[in-house]
Every structure is written in C-alpha cells, then in structure tokens.
C-alpha cells in the first residue's frame, strides 16, 4: 500500500514548494547551488514550473527528479512499466486525456483511486475534477517517458488507426477508387485519340485555346500578388513577454536519417526560444532502422524526444504527424523537416505574432529559402522559383483573401483548430495544399510571416522529378477530392476563393501537363518554324506567341521581385534560364498523374544531405555545433 499523503502538502501552491524540490537536489549532490539559483531565477522569469527548467534547461535525469519529487511529496514513485495501469481506471478518461493533463489512473486500493502524475507541482488544479470522477484519490509520481509509454501500450493500435483516418471521410481521399480513376483516365484518352482523328484543328483549336486562357489567368494572378507585395510591410509587433510565450511543440518527421546529430541538432541548439517552453518531438517510424540507429547513437538534450509510430496501412509523413499530435505538449504545433534551418528568433517570432494575430488565423506560414543555392544550375533555379513563390505569390495570395497552398514545414498551428479539423490526411502525398485547402473551409485563416528557414535545393534532375511528380499528384488528389461535391466547397468558400481554387490547383496542373505546347513557342526566337503555323491564321498565331512571350515576360519580372525581397539579386541573370528549368515539371507531371491510377498514396521520399552546403552555410553550421558543444547546462539557463 502507498504511505498516507499529507492533503495540505498536495493543495499547496506548487510554486511553493520549488525552494523544497532544489534545497534536496543541492543535498544529493544532484545539482550545484549556482545551478538551484539560476534554475530559480528562470523558473521566476519564465512562470514556469521549476521541475520544467530542471529537466529541459538543465538536462537532469528525469527518474531522479522524479525521485526528488515523490521525496518532497511524500508519496510513492511508480513505474507503469513494470506495474501496468488498470485498463478500466484509464478508459474512463481516455488516452487523451492522460497525456494532455500528464496524469495515469492506476489501480484501486478499497475506496482509494490511485492516480499517478508526471506533473505533482499540477495536481492540485486538477484534483477536484478527478474526484468527480473516480472519487477519493491518492497521487503518486511517474515520469512524463513512463507515461508515454504506458499510453502506448494500451492505447498504440487505436492511436495508430486514428492518424490514418483523424480527417472526416468526406474531405480525405483514403478511399480513392484508383479503378475508377484508371477507366476515367482510359477513356479521357480514348476520347481524346478519338477527337484527334475526327477533328484535329478543332481539338488544337481547343486545346490552344484553353492552355493561353490558363496561362493568361496564372499569370494575372502572379502579377496581382507582386503588385500587392509593393505595399509597406506592416510595422513590427510588440515582443511578448517571457512570462506569456506559449509552450511550442515542434515536430519533426524523420525517416532514414543518419546525421541527426552532426545537422539536425546543431540547428536546433541554434533557437533562442527558451527550452522550458519549448518541445521538440522527433517523429520516426519503428520499422526505420537506419534512423533508430541513429538515434540510439545519439544524446538528446532534455528538450528533445523522439516519438515511435507504429507500421500501419499507410506511411507517410501525416500519418506520423498525426500519431505524434496526442504526445505534444503545446498549444502552437509546428513542423519542420530534417534537412531544416530555422532562423534562431523563429519561435519567437511565431510567439508575436499568434499573441496579434485574429481569433480566426489559425496558421502561419513562414518563408522557406535554400542554403546551397550555389551548387548547380538545378540549385538556383530552384531558389528563384521559391523566392517567387514564399516572397511573392504566397503572401499575395493571403493578402486577396484566398486559399493558400501551405508548403510543407515552416507551418505552425493553434492546436486546438489543428485539432477541430481533423489535423492532416494521413493518405494525401501533399498533405501541406491539403490542409491549407481545409482550413479556408472551415473559416480559418492562414498569415505569413517574416522569418525564413534554409532547406537543402534539389540539385539532381531525377530526383527534382520524383519530388515534383509527388507535388503534383497531391494537388490532383487534393483537387478531386474537394471537388466531389462543388457545390458544397462554393458554399463553404465563397465565389472569389471557389475562382482562386480552380486557377491554383487545376490551372497549375494543366500549365505543367501542357508545358510541351509553350516550350515549343521558343522555336520562333531561334528562327525556326512552328507547326502551328500550318494550322492556324496569321493573326490568330501571332496573337498566341504574343501572348505566350507576355506572359513569359511578366513571369520573369515577377521572379525578379521575389529575388529582391529574399536579398538574393545576385540571381537574377539566372533567372533568363527558367525557360529550360520548367519543362522538367511536365515530365514530374505525366509521372504523378500516371501514379494516380495505381500507387496514389505512394511517397517518394527526397533523399537529403547528398549535396554539400555552401560555404557560408557551412560556417554558421560550424559555429553552432561548436556552440551546441561547449554549452554548460548553467549557460543554457
């Protein structure tokens, strides 16, 4: 039986008892004085509880504070692990629940519930609420890993089938008949061969026609977003104040990784975010060997976990996402990739603007950049193209009011809209479109902001398609599925959005699928004929390759300006190639649109650290490890 606690200890004001819990660490010999005065002094500053600093500042072992904890309690600590919880006790509060509130209904002894916690300094809050439930309590300590793991074992095979179906079955495309989309496919071809024998000029006609009328439209798009992104930036937000900074999980989807330590973590020591506000989850599969490997390799500070997603029908980086959501700690969910370099005042900045922001933004969408733009002409046009696309279109799109396509990292969330939309869908190979697709939906708002994250370019032309083919099959799937029933998603977004949607997702496939039929308008500049001009009037040519040459024009002064606000100008004479670098997109586009009909949930994984970072990358990437090194646990306090 556990030993009678003291009542009036456990009501106590949990900030009272700090002093306590460090006073018997200095007498073990756990912790030094100066690091008990400067855990104090952060715990003060923060508002956070002492235990938080301890064990994600000061890296202490968590089953010896835990120790501590249940010492200064007076109760008994308990591992769950090797004594498991009563399975009834906990279903009636639920898996949620336990993880959210850090607590674990354990066992009944006569009238007594026992509750295990791996927050004491938060029971008192909470006891009232259990005592409706389970009636008289007795509390005991665990440690947060033991907890984890405790849900795990009772709850992993439910948690695993609600990440592969958290969205509703309307706005998900698990069931994605890939039968029916091969015979719709079939016969579009059939139709279309059939038309061509019929009437050819009509069907070019058509054709022509409906591909200038896209471009067209794209294009006024993009150069309606540039005009916007004239306008004065916004004055600065007023800091918040450390007291006020939410607690902020990031995740971090891993797979095959085996430089974990020498980049990923280098980088994450570079945040300036305070550790006890901040949770870094690194989400890996289990059947990933080479990742696990690695990490077993590796020490995490305090401020890192990593999170094991069991094998299930799909594996794809929502579906991880989502079974880690349950585990994370904070009320703002972000996402980084591994190959990832956030700006070192990110979560700050995050923090400012979610503190200013409406009721209704429920996204944010920071600026994504490359730290190996130098590596070849495959690097730097990609660099332009996504200095367009973050400095330019995206924040243009947001500032017409219309559906942003997220990108895939960089994104932070309210978790509890997160959570009402059913987080990502766990089959959908563009789950970053796709939510941002479901947000405007349900009345959310997406808002940029100014902070930027360096990621690893594409420098290899194969793998450049795999990458773009698995985008472009995701808005196809995504496009299909929010289109099952049009006359809902009119409702639910308004006419001026319902346009945007159409021009952003159909219009960007159809101008990659019909990417050959512009490509081959640049034969004219060379001063060689077009077939074309067997086919059509003179005036009617002309009128195309004007077009066309307009649009190429306003397209490259629209990358210009997303070079110029990335600081990037050096770039600008390659950015005269672009011409050469998209017809790559219509190859990716005939690959994903083909995986449609017999592998859509496919994920082709991008393979990352194969191309060196440049050398100023590389020096900061230097200066942090040496940094992340020699820090002493007192420093990072």
Not at 54 to 64: G, N
Not at 119 to 139: S, V, Y
Not at 529 to 535: A, T
Not at 570 to 599: K, Q
């Amino acid at each position: 039986m556990l030993d009678a606690i003291d009542d009036s200890v456990i009501l106590a004001r949990p900030a009272g008892l700090d002093p306590a819990l460090l006073a018997g660490l200095v007498a073990g010999d756990v912790i030094s004085p100066l690091d008990s005065d400067r855990a104090m002094a952060a715990a003060r500053r923060l508002d956070v509880p002492v235990a938080d600093v301890l064990l994600r500042q000061l890296d202490l072992d968590p089953v010896m504070l835990a120790r501590h904890q249940a010492r200064l309690y007076r109760v008994k600590q308990i591992d769950p692990g090797n004594r498991p919880p009563d399975p009834l006790l906990v279903d009636q509060i639920g898996a949620q629940a336990c993880l959210r509130r850090g607590i674990l209904p354990w066992r009944r002894f006569g009238g007594l519930t026992v509750i295990l916690t791996s927050r004491p300094d938060e029971f008192a809050t909470q006891r009232a609420d259990l005592e409706q439930i389970f009636g008289k309590l007795r509390m005991a300590v665990m440690t947060e890993a033991a907890l984890t793991d405790a849900i795990v074992a009772l709850y992993g095979p439910a948690l695993t089938a609600q990440a592969e179906n958290f969205v509703p079955a309307t706005e998900s495309c698990r069931n994605w008949d890939t039968a029916r989309a091969s015979r719709i496919a079939a016969g579009g071809l059939v139709l279309l061969a059939a038309l061509a024998l019929a009437a050819p000029v009509t069907l070019l006609m058509a054709i022509l026609v409906g591909a200038m009328a896209v471009l067209a439209v794209i294009t006024a798009l993009k150069v309606a977003a540039a005009i916007l992104c004239l306008r004065a930036p916004p004055p600065p937000l007023a800091p918040v104040a450390e007291p006020d900074l939410p607690v902020i999980t990031i995740l971090v989807p891993l797979y095959r990784e085996t430089a974990i330590a020498s980049h990923l973590l280098v980088r994450l020591a570079a945040l300036r975010y305070p550790r006890a506000k901040m949770d870094i989850c690194l989400v890996l599969e289990q059947d990933d060997a080479t990742t696990r490997a690695t990490l077993a390799r590796t020490r995490l500070p305090g401020w890192i976990r990593a999170v094991t997603v069991p094998p299930g029908q799909v594996r794809t980086k929502p579906r991880a996402m989502n079974y880690a959501l349950p585990f994370a700690r904070g009320s703002i969910i972000g996402v980084w990739d591994a190959e990832d370099a956030p700006a070192p005042d990110q979560l700050h900045v995050v923090a400012r603007h979610f503190a200013h922001a409406a009721p209704d933004v429920a996204c944010l969408q920071g600026v994504l950049d490359y730290y190996n733009t130098g590596t070849n002409w495959l690097t730097r046009c990609f660099t332009i193209e996504y200095a367009a696309w973050f400095q330019v279109v995206l924040p243009g799109l947001a500032r017409m009011r219309l559906v942003v396509p997220l990108g895939g990292t960089t994104l932070f969330f309210r978790r509890d809209a997160l959570v009402a939309l059913g987080a990502w869908d766990a089959h959908n190979v563009t789950e970053d479109a796709d939510l941002g697709l479901r947000l405007a939906r349900h009345g959310y708002t997406t808002a940029l902001i100014p902070t930027v994250t360096l990621e690893e370019a594409n420098g290899r032309a194969w793998p450049w398609v795999k990458q773009r083919s698995r985008w472009l099959k995701g808005y196809a799937i995504t496009y299909c599925v929010h289109m099952r029933n049009p006359v809902l998603l009119l409702r639910d977004l308004g006419l001026w959005r319902f346009i945007g949607v159409q021009i952003m997702f159909a219009g960007t496939l159809c101008l990659f699928a019909l990417m050959p039929l512009f490509w081959s308008l640049w034969l004219l500049p060379l001063g060689l004929g077009h077939p074309l001009q067997d086919w059509l009037s003179p005036a009617v040519f002309t009128a195309v390759w004007v077009g066309f040459f307009l649009s190429e024009i306003m397209a490259l002064l629209v990358n210009l300006a997303g070079l110029h606000k990335a600081g990037k100008q050096h770039l600008w004479g390659w950015a005269l190639t672009l011409p050469v670098y998209f017809p790559l997109g219509a190859l990716a586009a005939y690959r994903g649109l083909a995986e449609l009909a017999h592998r859509p949930f496919y994920w082709d994984k991008t393979a990352h650290g194969v191309i060196q970072a440049g050398p100023r990358y590389s020096a900061a990437s230097t200066a942090a490890a040496s940094s992340f090194n020699r820090v002493t646990k007192a420093a990072e306090i």
